[in-house]
């Protein structure tokens, strides 16, 4: 069964726009990773935040974290027409449990 | 230093076959776990494989099988293919010894007619 939800499932929107994505989850976790994926191939690991961290940034990313409501929120900043795939968040309770996804979102940025 | 790779890349089977997906870690990884993810979908936990045994395992029916290799190379068989099991197939790696995120390879798309 799946973790939790992203939402909104789909989203559409300019290049140069910011884009952001949420997921809830619905137990206690260690980590909260979000990958990508191009056209149903495999998924490329985008940023990891642990369970005791609020923000974390990569480049164009942020993600955020807030265990009271069991969600997170990803930031893409300058949307460009390449960062068009499904976003998928993960959970884990420890560093060895199996990932729990969410069903993903799909951004669509438009040139 | 290659990624996870994943063998075959496509593949048509009827129902009743019987299929087997190959998986080789990254260099440096010993743990091997594969996820199904159905159209639309996000992907689902199958099992995982360290020290050559399965060490976890997902709400997957017995019909589905795997074998872990010396060398860490993985496998995943179904047996008594179902419609049901079309879907994209993840094997991911990571290392026992390291609080490292796993990785994924690109996938072997199975389609049951």
């Known amino acids: 069964s799946q973790q939790g939800e992203e939402d909104p499932q789909a989203l559409s929107i300019q290049e140069g726009e910011n884009a952001t994505m949420n997921c809830s989850y619905k137990?206690?976790?260690?980590?909260l990773q979000w990958y990508r994926q191009n056209s149903g191939r495999g998924l490329v690991h985008l940023i990891l935040?642990?369970?005791?961290?609020r923000e974390k940034h990569s480049g164009r990313l942020r993600v955020t974290l807030d265990t009271s409501k069991k969600s997170s929120s990803l930031l893409i900043t300058a949307s460009r027409a390449a960062d068009t795939a499904s976003y998928f968040c993960?959970?884990?309770?420890?560093?060895?449990?199996?990932?729990?996804f969410g069903k993903g979102t799909r951004l669509s940025v438009i040139a | 230093d290659a990624g996870v790779t994943q063998s075959p890349t496509h593949l048509i089977k009827t129902r009743g076959q019987q299929v087997t997906l190959r998986c080789s870690p990254k260099?440096?990884?010993?743990?091997v776990s594969w996820y199904q993810q159905a159209l639309g979908q996000g992907p689902q936990f199958i099992f995982q494989?360290?020290?050559?045994?399965?060490?976890q395992r997902g709400n997957f029916p017995d019909r589905f099988s795997g074998h872990q290799f010396p060398n860490y190379s993985s496998e995943l068989n179904v047996n008594a293919l179902l419609l049901g099991d079309s879907a994209l197939y993840l094997c991911?790696?990571?290392?026992?010894?390291?609080?490292?995120?796993?990785?994924f390879g690109p996938g072997t798309r199975l389609l049951v007619l």
């Open positions: 494989y360290y020290e050559e045994e399965e060490r």
């Open positions: 993960a959970t884990d309770d420890s560093g060895n449990t199996p990932l729990v």
């Open positions: 935040i642990r369970s005791n961290e």
């Open positions: 260099s440096g990884h010993d743990t």
């Open positions: 991911a790696s990571r290392s026992s010894g390291s609080l490292e995120t796993q990785y």
């Open positions: 137990t206690s976790i260690n980590n």
